[in-house]
């Protein structure tokens, strides 16, 4: 299983917990992980993604294992860590503003 | 029971504010939404107990929001709003073509026929509409595809569609009005339309009576007579007694013609009422607080403070943020920048405060409960 933290702002959009479980087919993607997320909480379609371009929103980020993911590939596999649960795939606002 | 609900959108949430119809004593529910903005809520006038909110963030985009209990519970609905068709630009400050991007919701109108129909106004100016309760969205692109789409470009505040007035004969008029492109109008249900501008001065466009290019800031109707409609322009209070054909202005005098909102009393069509502040950057008025009516139908305007704080104050109105009821003794609200909502249950004769502490206050509704 997939584990997914998220910002409370998505949680109360949702209803989801602030991390939530996903199982995905295949090997782990960002994309996999964020297409299972919508899936199982319809409300945050067009949240992380802009739904006509399905290009990350410039204020989101997705970390895991230390690292900013948000650059990568969206079809390049997750950290093994990620895949096998170890560690969460972290869905972040980013701070910005003043 | 007999009563009003005020819908009140903040930058930090939603508040729904209820009392019966003496409008003494109020219960306040909220936030929902919290943290988010909520530019705009409107409740059908068919079914008062639907009611559509837009709820939007600059992190996680658009969304939007339909309560069927009156305003206790909410449920997600649908926030795909693709502009219709080939892709196509408008003006950008700097003159050069700009691609339209959907930005956010600013106005939802819910239909006087149907629950299910409502109408958004969006930035980048478009309008929208949906049959099915906000599930699906699908553009009235007629109004962007006219000649002059390509020429519009956004004021300070963006390119946004912010007005709709449905026709309540339900004839197929609709009126909507953008920034900055000004006022336009449908005869067919929002299938093609033409710039309703004449009349309109603005000195600081090249062309002052340009056909297009005008910012005006909001317009308003009497249900009673369709054809009669008032403006708050940029600059200029503005009236038309022929369904947007031809503009004339009403300023008359008032200590300042610039400002954002305009409404018709329920019960008198030649009763209005802005909020004058001093100019496009000092969004106050010497520090004192007034609503001014006219019950001339303009021109011959009277300040009316009582109640309302007259030093010191130094807040504004936006353009959604007034609002009136239809009872007996029609009401009358607004909400400031400051977090106030304010509210005259006697024609504006007098004010009280409903609540003082919100966030900064985008949009004022109010649903007169039977």
Redesign the interface.
């Known amino acids: 299983m997939i584990r997914v933290r998220l910002p409370?702002?998505?949680c109360?959009?949702?209803g989801a917990e602030r991390e939530v479980e996903l199982s995905v087919n295949g090997k782990p993607t960002q994309q996999l992980v964020l297409d299972a997320l919508e899936l199982r909480f319809?409300?945050l379609?067009?949240?992380?993604r802009?739904?006509?371009t399905t290009r990350r929103?410039p204020?989101?980020r997705f970390f895991a294992c230390g690292e900013d993911l948000s650059h990568q590939p969206m079809d390049l596999p997750l950290p093994l860590a990620v895949a096998n649960g170890d560690e969460p795939f972290l869905v972040i606002?980013?701070i910005?503003g003043g | 029971m007999a009563g009003v609900r005020v819908l009140v959108g903040t930058r930090k949430g939603a508040f729904i504010l209820s009392s019966d119809e003496r409008r003494k004593q109020w219960s306040i529910a909220g936030p929902h939404f919290a943290g988010w903005e909520i530019y705009h809520m409107k409740g059908s006038p068919v079914d008062p107990d639907r009611i559509y909110a837009s709820q939007s963030s600059p992190w996680f985009g658009q969304h939007l929001q339909r309560s069927s209990d009156g305003g206790i519970t909410w449920d997600p609905v649908g926030n795909e709003f693709a502009y219709d068709g080939a892709a196509m630009t408008h003006q950008w400050y700097d003159g050069t073509p700009r691609p339209w991007e959907f930005k956010r919701v600013w106005h939802l109108e819910p239909s006087g026929l149907d629950p299910d129909e409502v109408y958004a106004g969006v930035e980048d100016a478009a309008l929208f509409k949906s049959k099915d309760g906000g599930l699906t969205w699908k553009e009235l692109s007629g109004l962007r595809n006219s000649k002059t789409g390509s020429s519009w470009q956004p004021g300070a505040g963006g390119m946004c569609l912010h007005t709709i007035v449905l026709d309540p004969k339900s004839n197929g008029q609709i009126f909507v009005a953008i920034s900055a492109a000004g006022v336009f109008r449908s005869d067919d249900e929002g299938e093609t339309w033409k710039p309703a501008n004449k009349g309109l001065v603005s000195n600081y466009i090249p062309d002052p009576t340009a056909e297009v290019g005008h910012c005006v800031h909001k317009i308003a109707m009497h249900k009673s007579r369709p054809e009669v409609l008032f403006m708050q322009k940029h600059w200029d209070v503005m009236r038309s007694d022929d369904s947007g054909e031809n503009w004339h202005e009403i300023s008359g005098d008032l200590p300042t013609d610039f400002g954002f909102a305009i409404d018709v009393h329920a019960h008198e069509p030649e009763t209005i009422y802005v909020i004058p502040i001093k100019s496009d950057s000092e969004h106050f008025v010497d520090g004192s607080l007034k609503v001014f009516r006219s019950k001339t139908g303009g021109f011959e305007w009277e300040p009316l403070g009582k109640g309302l704080p007259q030093s010191n104050c130094y807040v504004n109105v936006l353009r959604d943020a007034m609002a009136v009821d239809s009872l007996d003794s029609c009401g009358i609200y607004f909400g400031t920048s400051g977090g106030q909502v304010y509210a005259s249950s006697d024609s504006g004769d007098s004010w009280e405060a409903i609540v003082r502490d919100l966030p900064p206050v985008l949009s004022i509704e109010v649903q007169t409960l039977k």
């Open positions: 409370d702002h998505l109360s959009l949702s319809p409300a379609k067009g949240a992380l802009d739904p006509q929103r204020f989101v606002a980013a910005a």
